[in-house]
């Protein structure tokens, strides 16, 4: 029998994560039970095509073909003894304001393709990075982020955050180590960075930044949202935890707001010593000592019983089931952005109305080599452009276009483009702007899976009446 299947002393959520490390092919689960119906664990070694069609859920025998919806706030018990017993171990669901079986299946898929040892989803990319900091941060206590990152996280991090008693303390990406480490103080609990920047598409040096983060005993966090986990997997090149804004590439269909944020178990919170949250007892949670309780789970563990037990911004099962549809063709979908960009790239920066075309995979880039290390297969479906004459003219162009359309939103399966500078980085100051690499011409295009002759030909009629 499946190790996981008698282990009766872990909790619900630990033994579905372990699901993901702990396959044995010749052992399958007979446990008839809802949580066991969904702890099929996918063989760790399949390719990530494999995963995002398997991993998290593989139906037995007679079992439904695709993720079942279990559209339920709560599970019944038969005694008050049970659920006294849940309480103190949940392992089983019973709440779903912090675990349900169709999220659970995600959480699994998800794990399995960042390579993680477990995952939790929220109900946006927004709360995945609050709660991915607020999981390691107190009032007091500082976090240092490259300054290249979504206009909403600068929001977050440099004013929320700040409410909260939290100091963001701002580095250039491209800094020396030396540099960098001088923003780190005895406060700071962690490394913030983007893969590809939204939309300044600077590439992340990963690997600089976790060997910094971790010659000062605290943990690198990565937004992997743009890149996917089809063109990089974060947790290889040594960052610890990796988060999602899920609404983008993942869902990929425009049909959920939604995030997750993944655990390495990479870092190791006790020889660390910054981390008491992880090391002494937890008085919320019946004097828990996550670390010894959890071990390399210690991380996500604690996300979900304590912040997301609090905080609530837990996804809809129904969401969660959204987001699958998108995650099997992630694979498919990531190829063409790429290509199709590509196409868009070669093109605009033939035009004489545009001042410069920003999109990692050029060659000319600035940013091509840590692409060609960090994002071998492409470097997404974004591309920014500055268009000459500034902001009056990036007007023009984007309301001239027939195809594409105007949102905020980004990494959809349709062709959209945004100002930044007027939208999602219009709280921003000049300053801010300039240092998250956007200027008033600055458009960012999103390049979609239309045929890339109907896109072609719309981006140049536009241009044509700038
Ligand atoms: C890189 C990145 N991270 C996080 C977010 C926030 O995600 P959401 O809009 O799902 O809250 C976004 C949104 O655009 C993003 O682009």
Redo the contacts with the bound molecule.
């Keep these: 029998m499946n190790k996981m299947c008698y282990n009766s002393i872990i909790f619900f959520i630990i033994k579905t994560q372990l699901a993901v490390h702990d396959f044995e092919q010749s052992c399958p689960c007979t446990a008839d039970t809802l949580e066991e119906f969904f702890m099929q664990p996918c063989n760790p070694n399949a390719k990530l095509e494999t995963k995002c069609l398997h991993a998290g859920y593989t139906p037995k025998n007679g079992g439904p073909g695709t993720v079942p919806i279990v559209q339920s706030t709560t599970y019944r018990f038969d005694s008050t003894e049970k659920v006294a017993e849940l309480f103190d171990m949940p392992m089983e669901p019973m709440y779903s304001r912090f675990a349900n079986p169709t999220c659970d299946a995600v959480e699994q898929k998800i794990a399995a393709l960042e390579g993680g040892v477990g995952a939790m989803l929220t109900s946006?990319?927004?709360?995945a990075?609050l709660l991915s900091v607020l999981n390691l941060c107190s009032a007091g206590d500082s976090i240092v982020s490259v300054s290249t990152i979504?206009g909403?996280?600068v929001n977050l991090f440099g004013v929320t955050l700040k409410r909260f008693g939290i100091e963001c303390i701002w580095v250039d990406p491209l800094a020396d180590e030396e540099t960098i480490s001088q923003a780190i103080k005895p406060n700071t609990k962690l490394i913030f960075g983007?893969t590809i920047a939204?939309p300044a598409l600077t590439v992340f040096d990963i690997e600089k930044f976790a060997k910094i983060a971790h010659a000062h005993q605290i943990p690198l966090i990565v937004?992997n949202?743009?890149a996917t986990p089809i063109l990089c997997r974060p947790i290889e090149f040594g960052a610890d935890i990796v988060i999602h804004?899920t609404?983008?590439y993942m869902d990929g269909h425009a049909l959920q707001?939604?995030?997750v944020i993944v655990d390495g178990g990479t870092f190791d919170w006790e020889k660390s010593g910054k981390f008491p949250d992880f090391t002494e007892p937890d008085e919320s949670y019946h004097g828990v000592v996550y670390t010894r309780e959890f071990g390399k789970m210690a991380y996500i563990i604690k996300a979900r019983m304590q912040l997301m037990r609090d905080f609530g911004c837990y996804p809809a099962a129904h969401s969660a089931f959204l987001l699958n549809l998108g995650l099997e063709t992630l694979p498919v979908r990531m190829k063409q952005y790429c290509e199709n960009a590509m196409a868009v790239a070669k093109m605009l920066k033939q035009s004489d109305k545009i001042a410069s075309v920003t999109y990692p995979n050029l060659p000319d880039d600035p940013y091509h080599e840590m692409a060609k290390k960090y994002l071998p297969n492409g470097t997404c479906g974004v591309i920014s452009i500055s268009i000459k004459g500034g902001r009056e003219a990036a007007v023009r162009f984007m309301d001239a276009l027939q195809l594409a359309s105007i949102e905020v939103h980004?990494a959809d399966i349709r062709t959209c483009v945004l100002h930044p500078a007027s939208a999602?980085h219009r709280q921003l100051t000049e300053e801010q702007l300039k240092a998250a690499g956007i200027d008033g011409g600055l458009i960012r295009i999103s390049v979609g899976l239309e045929n890339i002759e109907d896109i072609l030909a719309d981006l140049q009629q536009a241009l044509e009446r700038v």
């Design positions: 946006s990319g927004q709360a990075s979504y909403g996280t983007e939204n937004d949202t743009f804004s609404t983008k707001c939604g995030g980004v999602t």
